[in-house]
Structure formats: structure tokens, C-alpha cells
Nanobody, 126 residues
Framework: QVQLAESGGGSVQAGGSLRLSCIAS????????MLWYRQAPGKEREFVSQ???????RYSDSVKGRFTMSQDSVKNTVFLEMSNLTPEDTAVYYC????????????????????WGQGTQVTVSS
């Protein structure tokens, strides 16, 4: 089972920037998506961004134009570059790998999974 580990969180002032990293313990041949979510105190976990290994990147409206998701396939790492941060961005940020049940064009149960990281705290002060 792949494991994910986020890092890069911290405390910044409004208008500042942070770069989060999410490293996977190993590469996978499963067709998959990498996603970022966040959960603010007292709120439900919400979608932030999504990257499929063969498709475009999608962002929530609340972060579009300020956050950029990217990947380093060699290092099995995805990044979330966050700029122009506001106090409303304060949350624990989680990455997730969603296995889509397909490998090399064939359906396989081994590729049907959802793996979450442990989260990294981002705090933005005004």
C-alpha cells in the first residue's frame, strides 16, 4: 500500500506564500489522481485541487489563480504552491491518492484505493 506524507506547512502573514509537498512512498503503475484537500477548524474537509496522471489540473474556485499544483514524477512528489494567502486559507492540508481501478488499460482491484496523508497545518494571520 502506498503511503503519503505531507510537509511544508507553517505560519505566515496574509499575502504570504507557502509550498506544500506530498511524497508517495513508492511509484504506482495504477491510473490515479492526486488531490489536495483542506479542513478548517469546525468545517468539513473541502476539495482544493486535482491532478490526473493523464489529464488537466482542476482547482476549487476559492483557490484558483492563487494556488498551483505540480508534480515531480521522478521523486513521486506533488506540490501545492500557495500564494496571496488569506486567513480563510487556514486549515490542515491533506493530499490524497485515488487509485482508479485500472493498470495498463485493465481493470484490477489492486488499483482501487484511496490513500490519505496525515496532513500539514497552514496558519495565515491577518
Amino acid at each position: 500500500q502506498v503511503q503519503l506524507a505531507e510537509s511544508g506547512g507553517g505560519s505566515v502573514q496574509a499575502g504570504g506564500s507557502l509550498r506544500l509537498s506530498c511524497i508517495a512512498s513508492r511509484a504506482t503503475r495504477c491510473k490515479h489522481e492526486m488531490l489536495w484537500y483542506r479542513q478548517a477548524p469546525g468545517k468539513e474537509r473541502e476539495f482544493v485541487s486535482q491532478m490526473r496522471n493523464d489529464g488537466p489540473i482542476r482547482y476549487s474556485d476559492s483557490v484558483k489563480g492563487r494556488f498551483t499544483m505540480s508534480q515531480d514524477s521522478v521523486k513521486n512528489t506533488v506540490f501545492l504552491e500557495m500564494s496571496n494567502l488569506t486567513p480563510e486559507d487556514t486549515a490542515v492540508y491533506y493530499c490524497k491518492m485515488w487509485g482508479m481501478g485500472v493498470q495498463d488499460g485493465y481493470a484490477t482491484a489492486d488499483c482501487d484505493f484511496n490513500v490519505w496523508g496525515q496532513g500539514t497545518q497552514v496558519t495565515v494571520s491577518s
